[in-house]
């Protein structure tokens, strides 16, 4: 089988998968050649995720589509990721949100990044905290505040994870009404999320096949 075949048969399978006309697949393409990109790009894939600027620069280069940053992000990286991104999945942090706002004039869609354990590691910000943020987002003149995105915690389960990811983002809709897209899901458990409310789902090693374990 060719890698062009492989990759329209997995892209398929996800795609069958997905009832609802308000979703939006993501391919997460990092740690794959831009070979890849272009083909999925030719089997109609318009939406892309990276995880490193220098990756996403490299690849976004090549096929013009829409592409999303979804990676924890280091504050002198941000100037770089706003070059080429067009939507940031992972804010969660109020220096930040200044930096890019002063970074670039562009306009920008962004999600805050929540986390349901407050894990720091794993990055997001509580519900607690993220009025705040979304205040500063909302304040600014060139970001544009989609919604909230999520990764449950390692050892969720992860419907009860959806189900309370969607009660969160509920609530902030009723405060931020224009914050209406969640992004949540990714290779194992996208379907879930999707019963759960996603509208963005983040799907990378279903349709590339499994990558280096570190990333
Ligand atoms: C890598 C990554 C994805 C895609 O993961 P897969 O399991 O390969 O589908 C989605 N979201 C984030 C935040 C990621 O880091």
């Not at 986390?115 to 720091?120: I, K």
């Not at 997001?124 to 500063?136: C, M």
């Not at 969720?156 to 189900?163: L, Q, S």
Request: with cysteine; charged share 25%; glycine share 8%.
């Amino acid at each position: 089988m060719s890698r062009r075949e492989e990759l329209a048969e997995r892209l398929g399978h996800v795609q069958s998968k997905i009832s609802r006309s308000d979703v939006t697949l993501i391919v997460v393409t990092k740690t794959y050649p831009a070979s890849d990109v272009q083909i999925l790009h030719e089997l109609g894939v318009r939406n892309f995720g990276e995880n490193r600027s220098e990756e996403g620069a490299e690849k976004s280069a090549i096929v013009g589509a829409t592409w999303h940053f979804q990676g924890g992000i280091q504050s002198r990286k941000l100037r770089d990721i706003a070059l080429w991104a067009d939507v940031i999945h992972s804010l969660d942090n109020s220096g930040h949100i200044s930096k890019l706002e002063s970074a670039t004039q562009k306009s920008m869609d962004v999600f805050l990044q929540l986390s349901l354990d407050g894990d720091p590691s794993r990055g997001g910000v509580i519900e607690s905290e993220l009025a705040v943020l979304a205040d500063q987002v909302l304040a600014t003149a060139n970001l544009k505040l989609l919604g909230l995105m999520c990764v449950p915690p390692v050892d969720a389960d992860p419907r009860k994870a959806f189900i309370e990811i969607s009660q969160i983002h509920r609530r902030f809709i009723s405060r931020y009404p224009g914050a209406s897209s969640l992004s949540a899901g990714m290779s194992g458990d996208y379907e879930i999320a999707m019963d759960c409310g996603a509208t963005h789902i983040r799907v990378g090693s279903s349709i590339l096949g499994p990558r280096a374990p570190h990333e």
